[in-house]
């Protein structure tokens, strides 16, 4: 994912410009013994702490920027990116780790503002964001643009195609099935498994329900 050239695959590349906070101007924010005031930051634990984010981006000019914005706008100074160039996903995206520092709280709106941004956040700390679904599609599943369909269970907020596996024995002009593995955010499996139906009632292809425990 070309971003001006910054980073190599596999190259880990830290930012500590944010790294040691300043000290307090004119006492300002600090009690007798010259401890911050929990108060100066409205009452919240100002103590941050080391937090990782794994992402996947898609593989285009611009995306590690746009992915990196969020966590800087909401308090998080960055630490470390590394950046899995030649490692790709099954879908062609790429993996990117990475580690900042941030309070809980902002912890959790970096998390929300990432999202909002349509990065698609697949662990956040020691939580994994993603559950796992197969299940497969029959019918004229060429005629109706594949492509299409994979592009708009993609737009979903709640699922993303992690692998797709197509059989067309009669060709692509007869009736064809694809097995499709779907990640969906812990908790909306059943939101998944409905925006999957819907699209495929509109093209009027068949869901065989998910199959819990089967390796895509």
Request: charged share 30%.
């Amino acid at each position: 994912m070309p971003d001006g050239g910054e980073f190599a695959g596999g190259d880990r590349v830290s930012d500590t410009r944010d790294g040691a906070p300043e000290e307090a101007v004119d006492g300002e924010s600090a009690d007798a013994e010259g401890e911050t005031d929990p108060a100066a930051d409205g009452g919240h634990d100002p103590s941050p702490s080391t937090h990782t984010v794994r992402l996947e981006l898609v593989d285009e000019p611009g995306q590690l920027l746009a992915a990196l914005q969020p966590i800087a706008n909401n308090g998080g100074n960055l630490l470390s990116i590394y950046h899995e160039r030649g490692n790709k996903t099954p879908r062609g995206r790429i993996p990117v780790e990475v580690d900042f520092e941030a309070t809980t709280e902002r912890f959790e709106g970096i998390v929300d503002a990432l999202r909002a941004e349509g990065i698609t956040v697949m662990q956040a700390g020691t939580e994994r964001y993603a559950e796992e679904i197969t299940l497969v599609l029959f019918g004229h599943l060429i005629d109706t643009d594949l492509s299409d369909t994979l592009s708009r269970i993609e737009a979903s907020a709640s699922a993303s195609v992690a692998d797709v596996s197509l059989a067309a024995p009669q060709g692509t002009e007869e009736v064809s099935s694809a097995r499709l593995r779907l990640e969906a955010r812990s908790g909306e499996t059943a939101e998944a498994i409905a925006a999957v139906r819907e699209i495929a009632d509109e093209k009027e292809l068949r869901v065989v329900a998910p199959l819990a425990g089967v390796e895509a």
